[in-house]
Structures are given as structure tokens and as C-alpha cells.
């Protein structure tokens, strides 16, 4: 299960903190990250983040968002800093994982409920 948590509606040019924390039998998170989706349109990619801590950015969100993760905790957060009104969207944190009776060799995608972020011009 993944709880997110930390959206909310924010003037452009400021800044939110989403936090997702994951739980329940889990062997191993190979990647966390957050997705999302806009009125509209279809779910993108915001940024990810391997349990090495190699981090990916969307090219929409570089030198905005940091995104950073805990593995012995489980979770993972993302700041976002200089909102736009683009960003405005449904945050979802997504997980890469192997359940602790699953294969190692066959992870699965698990998915949060969503976060509403809105940016006010």
C-alpha cells in the first residue's frame, strides 16, 4: 500500500512538499517516483528515484523538483519548488516492488491513490 500525502493549492511561484510512504509485506522497493495527471490529459512521468538513489527528472519539472527517498523507512518525497500553473495536476506516487512471498526476478508496479496539486496564476 502507498499513502501520499501533501498536496494542496498554492499561489505560482511557490512551493509543496508531497510525501508517499509505502507499507505492508515488502521484500525490497527497487524504484519509488511520482507521476501525473492533469485534466485531460494523460499521466506523465515527474520523477523517479532507484534505491541506489539514482534519480530521474521529467525535462518540465528539471531544477524545480527534488525528489528523495528512504529505503529503510520506505518512503519517498518530492519538494517542488517555483510552481506553475502547468503543474497543476493529480500526484501519484507509484512503486516498484517485490512482495515479500513475490519473485525477485518478477517486481510489481503499485500505485497510490493520488494527491490533488494546484497552482493558482
Known amino acids: 500500500q502507498l499513502q501520499a500525502s501533501g498536496g494542496g493549492l498554492v499561489q505560482s511561484g511557490g512551493s509543496l512538499r508531497l510525501s508517499c510512504a509505502a507499507s505492508g509485506d515488502i521484500f525490497e522497493i527497487n524504484v519509488m517516483g511520482w507521476y501525473r495527471q492533469a485534466h485531460g490529459k494523460q499521466r506523465e512521468l515527474v520523477a523517479t528515484?532507484?534505491?541506489?538513489?539514482?534519480?530521474d527528472y521529467a525535462d518540465s519539472v528539471k531544477g524545480r523538483f527534488t525528489i528523495s527517498g528512504d529505503n529503510a523507512k520506505m518512503t519517498v518525497d518530492l519538494q517542488m519548488n517555483s510552481l506553475k500553473p502547468e503543474d497543476t495536476a493529480v500526484y501519484y506516487c507509484?512503486?516498484?516492488?517485490?512482495?515479500?512471498?513475490?519473485?525477485?526476478?518478477?517486481?510489481?508496479?503499485?500505485w497510490g491513490q493520488g494527491t490533488q496539486v494546484t497552482v493558482s496564476s
Open positions: 528515484i532507484t534505491s541506489y538513489g539514482k534519480s
Open positions: 507509484t512503486a516498484n516492488l517485490v512482495p515479500a512471498w513475490g519473485n525477485r526476478a518478477l517486481p510489481v508496479d503499485h
